[in-house]
Each structure stands twice: as structure tokens, then as C-alpha cells.
């Protein structure tokens, strides 16, 4: 079966841009999660997405954003830039409440911030 | 709120040797443990879990975790090392709902050395 897939692999942007990453997850998922990998500060969770609403938020600030799609697949928007934000943003997705289930991982996208 | 600590940073060992990754968790209610590992270039993959039963679970590729829940622990085992088995390894816990965000460590980097 197909993994989870993110889109761009690499992104450049700079300061008090937007950035958009788009995830999908793997067929029959229907949560998906962002993390936060930055250097120094290991994996921090940003949100989780299940059957389209929002389930939870990490300790980020509200530029920090995202949606689920009717098809499951999710976007992570980030507003307003900071060079904080800096860090490789990865996907993850899980069968959603049907169960203890663990989450599978995608690539993850690095956005780099100039 | 939970917490995981890994306190191996980095672990140089020779093939054959046998492996024993620390992971301690905070969190006064029931978890579900993981650990996930990333090897050089590529994307989190689960290694094993637990979510109740024989505190003892096998995962791939030899590795095995044992929960022992008056420690607070879940400590990764391997007999005998390989070099394919350099990577980092992330210990992870989520509580019981099991679909909530994963708290993960710091990480292991581990090193085998031909």
C-alpha cells in the first residue's frame, strides 16, 4: 500500500511569508497528525484531524493552522514567518478511532525560512 | 500532561553486541508505548508497541521492549547488533484513547561499528 505522502519535500520561504503543506494519508486513515521536528528540539505535536475536525492542538501559536479535506488528506498552514520555524514538518496517519492504532509517518517537508 | 525521556544520546557499539536503549515516561494514567526508528534518509517507521497484555512485546527485525509499569520504563532490546541497524530511535507514549498526539524523547543516535 502507499505511505503517507507530503508535498514539497523542501520549501523556501522568507520572513512574514506563508507557507502551505499538503499531506496525504494512507488509504482507509482517516486521522491525520502534524509534528514539528526542529533542530535541538525533537518531535513536537502541532494538530491532529479526524473525520474532518480538529481533535487537538500542541502548545504552537495560532499562525500555526490547518484543515482536513472530505478525502482525508490535510493541509498545514503556517502565517506569518518566523526563522523559528525552521524545521522539518512531518505527516503522520492512523485508522482514527477504530482501536488502538498506531501512526504512520510520511517524509516530511523542511521548510527553511531565509 | 506526559513525558518521555531518553536518556542515551548517542550509542557507538560494535556488530554483535548486544543493545539496551533507556526510555522512562511520566504520565500517571494508562499509555500506549512505542518506538519508532529512522535510519539515514528515510521516515519514522514503527518498530514495535505496546497497548496492554504480556509486557513483553517483539517487534521487527529483532528488536524487542519490555514494559515494566513500576519503572516507568520501556526499554529497547537486541541481542546482537548490526550495521544496518545505525539509525536514530525515538521512544514515543500516547494515553489510552489511543489515537491522541504521540509524545515522543529526545532520541538515540545509534552508531555500529563493522
Known amino acids: 500500500e502507499a505511505g503517507v505522502t507530503q508535498s514539497p519535500t523542501h520549501l523556501i520561504k522568507t520572513r512574514g511569508q506563508q507557507a502551505t503543506l499538503r499531506c496525504s494519508p494512507i488509504s482507509g486513515h482517516t486521522s491525520v497528525y502534524w509534528y514539528q521536528q526542529a533542530l535541538g528540539l525533537g518531535l513536537q505535536f502541532l494538530l491532529w484531524?479526524?473525520?474532518?475536525?480538529?481533535?487537538n492542538r500542541g502548545n504552537f501559536p495560532p499562525r500555526f493552522s490547518g484543515r482536513q479535506f472530505p478525502n482525508y488528506s490535510s493541509e498545514l498552514n503556517v502565517n506569518a514567518l518566523e526563522l523559528e520555524d525552521s524545521a522539518l514538518y512531518l505527516c503522520a496517519s492512523s485508522l482514527g478511532d477504530r482501536g488502538h492504532q498506531p501512526q504512520h509517518f510520511g517524509d516530511g517537508t523542511r521548510l527553511s525560512i531565509l | 500532561a506526559q513525558s518521555v525521556s531518553q536518556h542515551n544520546h548517542h550509542v557507538i557499539l560494535s556488530e554483535a553486541a548486544s543493545l539496551e536503549l533507556g526510555c522512562n515516561y511520566s504520565?500517571?494514567?494508562?499509555?500506549?508505548l512505542f518506538w519508532y526508528v529512522q535510519y539515514p534518509g528515510q521516515h519514522l517507521q514503527l518498530l514495535l508497541k505496546?497497548?496492554?497484555?504480556?509486557?513483553l512485546v517483539k517487534g521487527i527485525k529483532g528488536f524487542e521492549a519490555e514494559f515494566i509499569k513500576s519503572k516507568f520504563s520501556f526499554n529497547l532490546r537486541k541481542p546482537s547488533v548490526q550495521w544496518s541497524d545505525t539509525a536514530e530511535y525515538f521512544c514515543?507514549?500516547?494515553?489510552?484513547?489511543?489515537?491522541?498526539?504521540?509524545?515522543f524523547g529526545t532520541g538515540t543516535r545509534l552508531t555500529i561499528i563493522p
Open positions: 504520565y500517571g494514567g494508562t499509555v500506549n
Open positions: 484531524y479526524d473525520e474532518g475536525e480538529e481533535r
Open positions: 514515543a507514549v500516547n494515553t489510552n484513547f489511543g489515537n491522541e498526539k504521540l509524545t
Open positions: 505496546y497497548f496492554s497484555g504480556d509486557p
